[in-house]
């Protein structure tokens, strides 16, 4: 797995942009820490083990692992793990251990290939729910006023109540880090912008002596140096687990779902193809240690690798010079930590927020109508009002209504038309059968049961004069028939029957005519009604239609 770990021919690139990373990554992890209502410091923990171990774990090269801010998110509903609450760190270091294990398992179960089938419209939903989460909840760092409401929504509502209550130092320190974030964001210097404008933000308070500034200090204490393993005591985790598995499944879930996106978009620098399975698995192992560093759960981040990515970075050395720059910057600067001002952090995490939204991918989803619509709208309102981690699961059971809704309009019958033993054409079916016909009907897509029933609308039905006609239904390539769609050819087949009509089956998959045998119990589809797939394109269409026209020639 550890491939591309060191090249001489681009050290110095690995060098430069790893640093370049480092720097970006100590107030960008104060602010996720910060985000996930965590000792802040437990996010640049979480940035500097994950970096350094991630890069000896996952299949991709230049993936970063790291916290995100919809993991933050997520951790900061988990009232166990808050800054301030006993027991905190053993209950972070529970829930970190049980992501990695999520993470870990959906490797070895090879579930990569799963992700595909997370449309886009869920993806910029569940981003935008992100977005707008981020930006209403920090607004009460930002002006200094502690909003009250069950959701952030209502929070934002009380704080337009009582704008006289904003407190102008924290709202100005905040508004300059702001600035400072945009107006770097627009030059070659926007990867140190984030440190710049945090660190000069944060340095107002102490230059005026804003006394009402709340400070990193204020909500927990910064230790000097680096983190020191954890010894945890595990007497509670017994009663934590239960309520943290499904959290920590969501974490999983999320981790993976943006750390497959990141590796889509930034594939290896030799061209060769990553394993999505294999880096489920590295992301897992990279939050045991993590998580025992006291920092939080972790995923792939697109941010970090794009950084990397963009700076040259061409191996592995990359993430791990990154991750020794953050221990280094750590061990010279824990001081200076404690003084960064929270709604500086706020104001650079509101910028953040503003960034992931897409209006553009929202209102394609809007105009696609329908589920869809409505899918989105369902999303985002359970984010805001219930919580980040619910949405997950939302997503994932509006990923698989989608896929079904899909899958069960995209099959299609069409007539086909032979001449000579060989398929002249293919046209539109007939709804009504006419008497003493052959129809041979080809079906496309994916027959099951949430597509049987649009299935049999297309079917040509016979009327009350119809007689002695023959369908059949080429159905090669459908493997497996469900017990829905064999109930539904067993009607359709004994409708045809009681007009004196036949339905036969043709190029049938061994696994098909298994089913077909043990659900068929009035003998519709014997030996002399299905024939089985072969080889040869269309022999067995072709042995239905000799059949079918000495059963007509005979009935005449």
């Known amino acids: 797995m550890i491939r591309h770990l060191f090249d001489r021919r681009s050290a110095k690139k690995d060098v430069t942009s790893g640093l370049t990373l480092a720097v970006e990554s100590v107030p960008d992890g104060m602010a996720i820490g910060a985000l996930a209502a965590i000792n802040p410091i437990s996010g640049v923990y979480a940035y500097m083990v994950g970096t350094f171990s991630g890069a000896f774990f996952t299949s991709s090269v230049s993936l970063s692992i790291q916290a995100t801010s919809a993991m933050a998110l997520i951790v900061a509903g988990v009232p166990e793990v808050s800054a301030g609450q006993s027991g905190a760190q053993d209950a972070l270091l529970l829930l970190t251990l049980l992501t990695g294990a999520f993470m870990i398992a959906f490797g070895l179960l090879r579930l990569g290939g799963v992700l595909r089938f997370v449309p886009d419209s869920v993806m910029s939903s569940f981003t935008s729910a992100v977005g707008i989460s981020i930006i209403l909840g920090q607004l009460s760092n930002l002006t200094g006023y502690d909003a009250q409401g069950s959701n952030k929504p209502m929070q934002t509502i009380d ?99 943006q750390g497959a996106a990141v590796t889509h978009q930034f594939p290896n620098p030799d061209g060769s193809k990553s394993d999505p399975s294999g880096d489920f ?85 809007w105009r696609l109508g329908g589920i869809h619509r409505w899918g989105m709208v369902i999303l985002i309102s359970v984010a805001l009002f219930v919580s980040l981690q619910v949405s997950v699961f939302v997503g994932v059971g509006l990923s698989i209504l989608l896929y079904i809704v899909r899958e069960s309009r995209d099959v299609t019958i069409k007539t086909a038309e032979y001449e000579d033993g060989h398929i002249r054409s293919e046209v539109a079916v007939n709804p009504e059968l006419v008497s003493e016909s052959i129809v041979t009907l080809h079906s496309y897509g994916s027959l099951f049961y949430a597509s049987a029933q649009y299935f049999e609308q297309q079917l040509p039905h016979p009327t009350e004069q119809t007689r002695n006609t023959v369908v059949i239904l080429n159905l090669r390539g459908q493997r497996d028939l469900d017990t829905t769609t064999v109930d539904m050819l067993i009607d359709y087949a004994e409708k045809l029957q009681t007009h004196d009509c036949r339905l036969m089956l043709a190029e049938v998959e061994p696994t098909a005519r298994e089913t077909l045998a043990k659900q068929d119990q009035d003998g519709l589809f014997g030996s002399d009604n299905v024939f089985a797939v072969s080889e040869q394109f269309d022999r067995s269409v072709l042995e239905a239609q000799a059949e079918a026209q000495r059963w007509v020639a005979a009935r005449r």
Do not use: C, Y
């Not at 200090?217 to 934590?240: K, M, R, Y």
């Open 159 to 257: 704080l337009l109540g009582h704008l006289d209550k904003v407190d102008l130092q924290t709202l100005v320190t905040g508004l300059v880090a702001m600035f400072i974030v945009v107006a770097m964001n627009r030059t070659r210097l926007k990867t140190v912008g984030v440190l710049l404008a945090i660190f000069v933000a944060s340095a107002l308070p102490q230059i005026f002596a804003w006394s009402n500034v709340a400070v990193v200090n204020d909500i927990a204490e910064i230790p000097s140096g680096l983190p020191l393993p954890i010894v945890p005591d595990v007497s509670s985790w017994p009663d934590l687990v239960p309520s943290m598995l499904g959290v920590s499944l969501a974490l999983a879930i999320v981790g993976l779902v």
């Open 281 to 365: 698995t590295g992301q897992g192992l990279a939050n045991i240690p993590t998580g025992f560093l006291h920092g939080m759960p972790v995923g792939g981040s697109f941010s970090a690798t794009a950084i990397l990515v963009e700076g040259g970075a061409r191996t592995r050395f990359a993430n791990i010079v990154a991750g020794l720059g953050i221990a280094l910057a750590l061990l010279l600067f824990s001081g200076a930590i404690g003084l960064l001002a929270m709604p500086a952090l706020a104001g650079f995490l509101i910028v953040l927020g503003v960034g992931i939204l897409d209006p553009r991918q929202l209102a394609a989803t």
